[in-house]
């Protein structure tokens, strides 16, 4: 990752309306932004979308981003996430190699990471894990020693403390 090109966590409360949510994603990718995740879902009130995008830019990038985006009509509110007090958490389901003479390792790791096993099969494990990109990262790492399988993230959410 270049010096200058940083992750931005920018968050949008958006109308729920037809059509808001895909020219969000492709008023980044018309600017030549490659989104790393995206996240949509409805807030308390049912007329209004929360979507927060992680995206690979510089700060002043961030900054003409954020002013470009409040001028689309349907954009109640737009901020990059640095420099506010903000919680930020990920979402991953890993699937790992999980033979019956390692499940007693398995479960003990899960304990000592403070993760859990959401799905048991005859060969494998499926453990949820949610944290930081930080917490996310190593736990994969750890993980490895028993044989990913598939790993699914579901990139930030954010919420202003």
């Given amino acids: 990752m270049s010096v200058d090109k940083l992750k931005h966590i920018i968050v949008a409360k958006v109308d729920n309306k037809p059509g808001v949510v895909s020219r969000m994603s492709g008023f980044f990718t018309r600017r030549g932004y490659n989104i790393e995740s995206f996240v949509t879902s409805v807030t308390d009130n049912p007329e209004v979308y929360h979507l927060t995008f992680s995206v ?3 700060e002043d ?3 003409l981003l954020i002013h470009q985006l409040g001028r689309i009509t349907e954009v109640i509110e737009v901020y990059d996430a ?3 007090d903000v919680t930020i958490r990920e979402f991953m389901l890993i ?3 999980c033979p019956a003479e390692r499940r007693s390792e398995i479960l003990q790791t899960c304990d000592i990471l403070k993760i859990k096993i959401v799905g048991i099969g005859e060969f494998s494990a499926t ?3 949610a944290g930081d990109t930080q917490k996310l990262d190593n736990t994969i ?3 490895e020693n028993y044989g990913i399988i598939e790993i699914v993230r579901s ?3 954010c919420v202003v403390n």
């Fill in 141 to 143: 790492k750890t993980l």
């Fill in 61 to 63: 990038e961030a900054q």
């Fill in 155 to 157: 990139g930030a959410i």
């Fill in 56 to 58: 690979l830019c510089s």
């Fill in 95 to 97: 699937k790992i190699n």
């Fill in 82 to 84: 640095a420099g506010k």
């Fill in 127 to 129: 453990i949820e894990v």
